[in-house]
């Protein structure tokens, strides 16, 4: 509780792959797979630092992560923020969160208690200190493109519109599978929890990948004759 970040044990399981059963209402028993993967995630632990060390001093902090922008501010000064958000975003398609909705709407993404001091997560709760962040809808499809996906979205009043990703590389018809809103919970963690959006076109494309969808499609297939018997 003294420090900025509090460090969370991580246990890596040993089998390649895992399931866990869940309760789909009316219907039968759905499943969850999760791959193991070698990706190191990159988030940005030093925003909550470097944003209380100015943000008491300075109207706005201006943070860039890679394609992530995050900027600060004291209730008072929202005006001015709101003033340099348009700057950034006047051109292409942005996403664009507040932080504290977090504590509202997401239950399961990591708190602010792993990012910033009590009196810090205090501040930002109650909106004594805004902090948004936000992200070119143009930049993320460029990065998907570099890796041979393409991506669609629809526009909707929401964090979490419809979003299509799809390899451009052929695949077996075997393992055609579902690419609508693929890695949703990243995609908050990039909205709520620093998770840089380089990692979450990584993490996408993993689960794109010919061998993943194999595996993907392997152990859908060892279920579904588990639940035929």
Known sequence: MKKDVTPVPVTVPDKTIR???????SNK???AIQLDSKIIEKLHFDIKGTVFRGVYRE???HINRGANHY???RTRNVAILRTKLEEITRSGDWIVSDLRQRVRKYGDVPPFGLYFKPESTVDVITGEVVIVSAFSMQELAEQFKN???TLRWQRKDSDLFPMDIKPDYPLEEKLQIQTKNICRWRWLRVLYSFLSLETFVERCAEALSP????KF???IEEI?????T
């Open 59 to 61: 109207p706005v902090v």
């Open 147 to 149: 890796k041979k996906i």
């Open 211 to 214: 061998e993943e969808i194999a």
């Open 224 to 228: 579904n004759k588990a639940n035929s």
């Open 71 to 73: 900027l600060a501010c």
């Open 217 to 219: 499609a392997a152990k």
């Open 19 to 25: 399931e866990a059963g869940f309760d789909s209402g």
């Open 29 to 31: 028993p759905g499943y």
